[in-house]
């Protein structure tokens, strides 16, 4: 038997822990949902549409935008962002306190350095789940000290 994963509620619902367990169960259902297939598929067709539009590599970059457009892209993606949430964690911190967080978060996604950052650790945890023996030191070393003969025919 497999254990559950670690953001599940661990405890029965109770009338003392009503509103916690609904809360909850409300993670557990809107994490599940997020994360199923059907929704995987529409993710990853969102990000081929983005990247190759119409099933084609670009030929070169996009025509360059306004800075009044780039500010009304920033703008309605903070509205986004502010939407994500339920109304209740919005008027538990205030208006203008839960909009000034959204805010430092889309903020620090216009950091190189953070999308840098972002990036190897995503890949960090994709090469994890793809090769999960590569956190082995043993078979890290064993690599290391192997490589292959003819890396190019690696590449055919």
Known sequence: ????PPWTCKEAPSQENGSTSVLCRWLDVSVANLTSTRYWVAYLQVIQE???PGGVLPAGPGPERSQ???ELTKQRALESLMRLVPDAISELLGSEPYRLSWQTVL???QDPLIN???VFCLLDLLLDVLVPE???EAWQ??????PPKNP???LD
Not at 1 to 4: E, G, I, L, R
């Open 68 to 70: 009044q457009q780039k």
């Open 50 to 52: 983005a990247v190759w």
């Open 107 to 109: 903020d620090s996604f």
């Open 141 to 146: 070393r064993a690599v290391l000290q192997n």
């Open 1 to 4: 038997v497999q254990a559950p």
């Open 116 to 118: 840098r950052h972002l």
């Open 152 to 154: 190019e025919k690696l």
């Open 134 to 136: 590569a956190a082995d």
